[in-house]
């Protein structure tokens, strides 16, 4: 018998070949062990089990041939490195954690294993989830495998490396400003934020209540709709949208301006192709965007950190106390931004207030374009910049110019990161430099399932995707 590619056209296909015995879930976690054993040096994994995926493929196997079916019966996925797993340490990246051992799953885990799902292992992080670049001295270094000296971006990194190498079919990582979003259009793969709150949050170690959210990284949409299906429980069918007539928002101020010459040709590129496809493409404001973005986000994060944090340890019962957590920090970005924040007691509740009021006024401006302009979803560049070199600083160079990391990766996702909305990016094609770019689509609120029929009938007329060419 065959062993099946990595290179499977999707989760359904892979799912229906083993559920029509052509492969055997033992036979396809064998291709996945040998391809990991001979791409670690990508840093993907930060824990990784051989014999505990062939354990879970065997069991699978014996449940298929006693007649049970699940959706992802067999099908091994990946999860950050911030999600409990039982059998699986936690160590969110930092040294604090490392080898702590969860006595539950969290809750999106449960929801997998109740699929079928395998775990294949714990996928490599930026420190704590705040950063980018997924430069992690604590945990190693990950690393794009579309070229090896490049970031793979983050907090999700390692997921976003995992399924662009084919190591793994798809993942499940965390994304607060970015962290899905950005390190699936650096990597060339799919990456949907769900709405707040679609998603439970229970056993993943947070940063924010009101931003976190847990979200699917695979090679399509249908793949994201399908997991989102297993995460949320909505199966409201996923039909390709019709294209024609169809009103998409382009936001030129801000998402639109001061791109990569690569991005820019790519991003237009497709703009041309949904054109002629039927789509009507429609410039929208956004009015006080970047002023209200910029008074919600990091005060939020701050707060909800060291609250949320505090119960998530107590919770674990690890045995950490936030303080030791702060004070082991081993990346300097990441111990440059929190043990100030704690010496200094956290952020005030007056300031945390005032955040939130600054949220609201966010989200009525993103209600009110997508009313008044008549249009189902924004379209933009996910990230202004292709990836950029494996580095320990906290700059890059962007146009010229020598800039933050942080908020230049995290631009054009941040905002609808703090307004809460679902939010997707599509591999839109590979720049001249022959790295891949994303084509970002945000939503109303809640409008999930419709945003991604809307993605998957964009994926149809964009380049067809492939895994890195390792």
């Not at 396809?28 to 062990?33: F, G, Q, R, S, V």
């Not at 009507?280 to 008074?295: F, G, R, S």
Request: hydrophobic content about 45%; proline content about 8%.
């Amino acid at each position: 018998m065959n062993l099946p590619s990595p290179d499977h056209p999707s989760l359904a296909a892979l799912a229906s070949a083993l559920s029509r015995r052509e492969i055997s879930s033992s036979e396809y976690a064998e291709t996945l062990i040998s391809r990991t054993a001979a791409h670690a040096g990508l840093g993907g994994y930060v824990g990784f089990d051989p014999e505990l995926l062939r354990a879970q493929a065997r069991a699978a196997d014996k449940r298929r041939s006693a007649g049970e079916t699940a959706p992802l019966l067999g099908v091994p996925v990946a999860l950050k490195d911030n999600i409990d797993a039982v059998g699986w340490p936690t160590s969110a990246g930092t040294t604090a954690l490392l080898g702590y051992r969860p006595a539950r799953d969290a809750t999106v885990t449960e929801r997998l294993r109740a699929a079928g799902a395998l775990i294949s292992g714990k996928a490599n992080m930026h420190e704590l989830a705040f950063g980018i670049t997924n430069h992690n001295r604590v945990t190693g270094i990950a690393r794009n495998p579309w070229a090896s000296d490049r970031i793979p971006g983050g907090s999700s990194g390692g997921c976003g490396v995992l399924v662009a190498a084919g190591l793994v079919p798809a993942a499940i990582g965390t994304d607060t400003g970015g962290s899905v979003r950005v390190p699936a259009a650096l990597c060339g793969i799919a990456g949907l934020r769900p709405t707040v709150g679609r998603v439970s949050g229970q056993g993943i170690a947070p940063i924010s209540s009101t931003r976190d959210t847990a979200g699917p990284m695979a090679r399509c949409v249908d793949d994201l709709a399908l997991l989102d299906t297993v995460l949320t429980g909505d199966a409201e069918p996923i039909a390709p949208a019709s294209l024609a007539g169809l009103r998409l928002g382009l936001p030129r101020a801000h998402f639109w301006q001061d791109l990569d010459d690569g991005v820019s040709a790519v991003a237009h590129a497709a703009l041309e192709r949904l054109r002629d496809a039927g789509v009507v493409l429609v410039d929208v404001e956004l009015p006080e965007l970047n002023a209200h973005n910029e008074a919600a986000g990091f005060p939020i994060a701050f707060y909800e950190f060291i609250q949320g944090m505090t119960r998530y340890l107590g919770d674990s019962a690890s045995g950490i106390s936030l303080a030791e957590l702060v004070a082991r920090i081993g990346n300097e970005d990441v111990a440059g931004v929190l043990q100030p924040l704690l010496a200094g007691g956290g952020i005030p509740q007056e300031a945390y207030a005032r955040a939130l009021a600054a949220r609201k006024q966010l989200q009525q401006v993103y209600a009110k374009a997508f009313a008044t302009c008549q249009i189902q979803a924004l379209a933009f560049p996910t990230t202004p910049l292709t990836a950029r070199a494996v580095s320990p600083q906290d700059t890059v160079e962007f146009n010229g110019r020598q800039q933050p990391s942080f908020p230049s990766f995290i631009r054009n996702t941040d905002p609808g990161s703090n307004a809460g909305i679902p939010g997707l990016t599509l591999p839109a094609g590979l720049a001249p430099d022959g790295l891949p770019v994303g084509l970002a689509l945000d939503g109303p609120a809640h409008s999930d399932r419709r945003l991604l029929s809307i993605a998957a009938a964009i994926e149809r007329i964009l380049p067809t995707p492939t895994l890195a060419p390792l």
